[in-house]
């Protein structure tokens, strides 16, 4: 496996994290009151802290992708338990409607996936490259070499004098890749061959164990607003609750427990990954709480512009469609500002100034009913008066 984690993971995470070493041992040199900056603690603890911003930086977008990843499936939950109990008898056909939620809502399982499959990896490739500054011993990582062999090795893209360096670099007075439970006898690591310790263990304890609760108790709060942001729904899932217990409780108890076996170095990077993520969380959450609020404001403005206004009737969109029709067919009818000529049966007489009563109408008072079909007028005669060519009395 060495030919892909070297390449793909020890010796970018090793070269990020000599070049901030570098850069801020150089700004180092330029104060007056920093002795030795290239084998200086503080120096090495802020190109780890460096290390972890740029790593999270990295994975900022795989981060936010993994938090709306869980937000969709916490929303599409309901919808799966539904197709669930339709198709429980047809797994198949339960895979293809499940794939075609998925693609209706743009959901994508690989990508929520991702930002875990990349952290794995390099918070091991992580431990991996500060612990092997030393290699005493037969510990992960640890070639069993002794104190001068270690001395005097490189460590992927540190040469043997930056891992010198680095082992002489104390924080605080304890070494940084020290961790409580270390032999005495690889403590000789850290020092010049044939010199004294200038550390105890108790240095080791004093500076690590504030950094273990420290740690401890910010995953316990990033575990406690992650789960707030769950739904009742997915809570009561007794798996869920299983899960949610851990995340609370026994991971942040496992750091106390297992924080002897790491390096300082680890212990600061735990804390750094930690605080960074708070303040993501918090980041995310509020621009997603602004979007979700954009989004209810956006439908209610829609609904707001359909409902009718005060004091104004609503209006009959099936009578309203009818008109526009007829009104368009009355158009029809006008050419070039002329009227369509009618024939003459078709258009009601009138006598006097009274309108020509409407076929079906009820009379007016003195009026005598028409039969039906007699309700045309017929026109008046031509020559107009009675001048006209009448028939003959009968004698």
């Not at 940084?176 to 010199?195: C, K, R, T, W």
């Not at 009104?327 to 049966?345: H, K, M, Q, R, Y």
Request: proline share 8%.
């Amino acid at each position: 496996m060495s030919f892909i984690t070297n390449p793909l993971v020890y010796y970018p995470i090793s070269g990020i994290l000599w070049f901030w070493h570098k850069i801020l041992g150089f700004l180092g040199g330029l104060l007056p009151w920093v002795d030795a900056p290239d084998s200086n603690g503080v120096i090495w603890a802020l190109s780890v802290i460096f290390l972890v911003i740029t790593l999270r930086i990295l994975l900022f977008w795989p981060a936010a992708k993994q938090i709306r990843f869980s937000r969709k499936m916490q929303e599409m939950q309901p919808r799966m338990k539904e197709l669930q109990k339709r198709y429980k008898n047809d797994r198949e056909k339960l895979a293809v409607e499940t794939r075609k939620l998925q693609k209706s809502e743009g959901f994508n399982p690989l990508l929520g996936c991702l930002p875990m499959f990349i952290q794995i990896p390099v918070f091991l490739g992580l431990f991996h490259v500060l612990r092997s500054f030393n290699r005493m011993g037969e510990q992960f990582g640890a070639l069993g070499m002794t104190a001068e062999e270690t001395r005097n090795t490189g460590n992927y893209v540190f040469n043997a004098g930056d891992v010198q360096s680095f082992l002489d670099a104390r924080l605080f007075g304890a070494p940084l890749s020290s961790f409580i439970s270390q032999p005495v006898e690889q403590f000789q690591a850290f020092v010049e061959p044939g010199a004294m310790l200038d550390f105890e263990r108790w240095n080791i304890i004093v500076v690590a164990i504030p950094l273990m609760i420290v740690s401890a108790v910010t995953t316990h709060l990033n575990a406690r607003i992650s789960l707030s942001r769950q739904s009742p729904e997915a809570a009561a899932n007794p798996q869920a609750k299983i899960m949610n217990q851990l995340m609370l409780w026994a991971f942040p108890i496992g750091i106390l427990v297992t924080g002897a076996f790491w390096p300082m170095a680890i212990l600061v990077y735990m804390v750094t990954n930690n605080l960074w993520t708070l303040g993501q969380q918090y980041y995310l959450f509020e621009k997603m709480a602004k979007e979700d609020d954009a989004a209810a404001l956006k439908r209610r403005e829609e609904q707001k512009s359909l409902a009718p206004k005060v004091g104004v009737k609503p209006t009959n969109q099936k009578k309203a469609r009818g008109a526009a029709s007829e009104n368009a067919a009355t158009s029809a009818l006008i050419v070039e500002g002329a009227a369509v000529p009618v024939d003459d049966d078709e258009v009601p007489a009138t006598t006097g100034s009274e309108p020509a009563p409407t076929p079906g109408a009820a009379p007016r008072p003195g009026q005598r009913p028409q039969q039906p079909g007699r309700n045309r007028t017929r026109p008046a005669p031509k020559g107009g008066g009675g001048g006209g060519k009448g028939k003959k009395k009968k004698r």
